[in-house]
């Protein structure tokens, strides 16, 4: 079966660096992706990495794939107070043509000063 | 612009009292989906639709309905509420045609019942 999992809390310093960690359980997955929820909000895409690469850079944010250990990763640099929020993992398998995307639970991510 | 609209962002009902929401699209994506998300948890898939396919998950309660009258609009229809309703609804698109095209969220209704 599938399965995300994410731990639910990190609390950093503002302009420290955050690392957000999921495992996945399905290894056929193609694409993974972390979403952002800002409080009474929806889920805001970030950034998505595919199966074929390691890493992906986009300002900020790196993601690291790990497929051998079914890991990923989120880093953010210079985390900021509007970085508190609540991030999700989430991979879709491409078995049977599915679409539908399995989250994690989300990982609260509480930045002080 | 918001791709993705729902309304209300709040809705407030009785116990029992039949409730609508919707949403709305401007992506002429074919596959809308409902979530309904509790505190703290992942959302959970109530439903969707690939074009005018409904799709219901199993574990879905049959008080929770749906209806898509065209592309642009996808309403969730809860008959008879409860309390344990109460949550977020969110409403999500995507193109489902290209497993690198992710799902487009609108913000949410936040549903209580009173």
């Known amino acids: 079966g599938e399965d995300v999992e994410q731990s639910l809390f990190l609390s950093v310093r503002e302009g420290d660096s955050s690392v957000i960690n999921c495992t996945y359980t399905?290894?056929?997955?193609?694409?993974l992706y972390w979403y952002k929820q800002e409080p009474g909000a929806g889920l805001q895409l970030l950034t998505y990495i595919f199966s074929n690469m390691d890493m992906k850079q986009d300002q900020r944010l790196t993601v690291l794939l790990n497929k051998k250990d079914k890991h990923l990763s989120l880093r953010i640099a210079d985390t900021q107070t509007g970085d508190s929020a609540i991030y999700f993992c989430?991979?879709?398998?491409?078995?049977?043509?599915?679409?539908?995307?399995?989250f994690g639970r989300g990982t609260s991510l509480i930045v002080h000063p | 612009d918001a791709m993705v609209i729902q309304n209300p962002r709040y809705q407030v009902t009785q116990f029992g009292k039949p409730v609508t929401l919707s949403c709305s699209q401007t992506l002429n994506h074919n596959v809308m989906y409902w979530y309904q998300q509790k505190s703290s948890q992942a959302p959970k898939l109530l439903f969707h639709?690939?074009?005018?396919?409904?799709?219901n998950e199993a574990d879905t309660p049959d008080n929770f309905q749906s209806r898509r009258p065209n592309t642009s609009f996808c309403f969730l229809d809860i008959r008879s509420p409860g309390l344990g309703d109460a949550a977020m609804y969110l409403c999500?698109?995507?193109?489902?045609?290209?497993?690198?095209?992710?799902?487009?969220f609108g913000d949410g209704t936040r549903l209580s019942i009173l």
């Open positions: 989430a991979e879709i398998p491409p078995s049977g043509g599915s679409y539908i995307p399995t």
């Open positions: 399905d290894s056929s997955s193609t694409y």
């Open positions: 999500a698109t995507s193109s489902g045609t290209d497993h690198n095209q992710p799902q487009h």
């Open positions: 639709y690939y074009d005018k396919d409904f799709n």
